[in-house]
């Protein structure tokens, strides 16, 4: 349903102190981030390092929510990407953790940047030990189970059987995720971990993206899990959650890059994000 960048994204994947020839080792004041938080993968990472408490250690550098150069991304990150890779063959693309020191991009890739911040600078434990597994197999019920067939669901091009197919898998997703939080606070017990960050943007994004292609009936469908709403509108209540909200830019984006149809289920919030942000009324 989105329109595609013509070029590929190359990813940059260092990682900082897993390899000590690279360089790369965990180091106040050394690393920068460059994001949008209208991107979903940003939007975690933007989470995830509020959580671990790092505005003083690690610098970020909020972007636009749409590209300043067209297909080929930001001309802020365009030196960078050029000083890391000579003549980068594709867009100058968030999110982006560079360094401070060299001028260059460590990584551009979302999961392993999420990983060093949660496991290499200190703070809360988000990926606690024994616990990585767990974390992996949230994120793929997120992709397989709500992202990809919320998207299927929607797309006008689809037959019938396939986006009911879709809206299937995607309700028992949703469901599996409401049986989960009937006893926990969270999805993996009593502490929030990466896996909250994922599964909470990946809620986000299906009330602010696809459902504006989601007929009303299926749209009602995926509020009636109020368990799991309710507890994405406790987490928007969180200062680290809710504070890097932009919905606005969510919306532009999403409106800007978009080839599907509006759907009568654009009508449907199901969440007042806005009201639990601003209001930052959270219980743990």
């Known amino acids: 349903m989105s329109a595609s960048s013509p070029f590929a994204a190359a990813s940059l994947r260092g990682r900082i102190g897993h390899d000590a020839r ?4 965990p180091v106040p004041h050394r690393y920068r981030l460059h994001l949008t938080l209208a991107c979903p993968h940003c939007l975690q990472i933007a989470v995830t390092h509020s959580l671990l408490g790092l505005d003083d250690t690690l610098p970020v550098t909020l972007l636009p929510a749409l590209p300043d150069d067209g297909d080929d991304g930001y ?6 990407y050029e000083a890391t890779s ?10 982006v953790l560079s360094d401070d020191w060299s001028g260059r991009i460590v990584s551009t890739d979302p999961a392993e940047i999420l990983t060093d911040l949660a496991g290499r600078f200190p703070g809360p434990d988000l990926r606690p030990r024994g616990a990585e597994a767990a974390v992996a197999a949230v994120r793929q019920l997120c992709e397989r189970t709500i992202n990809t067939p919320a998207q299927l669901a929607g797309r006008s091009d689809a037959t019938p059987v396939e986006r009911a197919g879709a809206l299937g898998v995607l309700l028992d997703g949703l469901a599996a995720i409401e049986r989960r939080l009937d006893h926990l606070p969270y ?3 009593e502490d929030l971990t990466l896996a909250d960050v994922e599964l909470w943007v990946t809620l986000v994004r299906l009330d ?8 009303a009936a299926a749209v009602q469908d995926i509020a009636g899990h109020s368990r799991v709403w309710s507890y994405a509108g406790r987490l928007a209540g969180h200062p680290a959650f809710g504070r890097h909200l932009d919905l606005d830019g969510i919306a532009r984006r999403h409106h800007t890059r978009c080839l ?4 009568a289920g654009a009508a449907i919030q199901i969440v007042d994000w ?11």
């Not at 001309?75 to 960078?80: F, G, I, K, T």
Request: aromatic share 8%; net charge positive.
């Open 260 to 263: 599907g149809k509006e759907a």
């Open 22 to 25: 690279s360089g790369y080792y």
């Open 208 to 215: 602010t993206v696809h459902r504006w292609h989601l007929d």
């Open 274 to 284: 806005a009201e639990h942000a601003q209001g930052r009324v959270y219980s743990g």
């Open 86 to 95: 000579h003549q980068h063959p594709g867009p100058a693309a968030a999110p």
């Open 187 to 189: 999805l993996l017990g």
């Open 75 to 80: 001309l802020a990150l365009r030196p960078l």
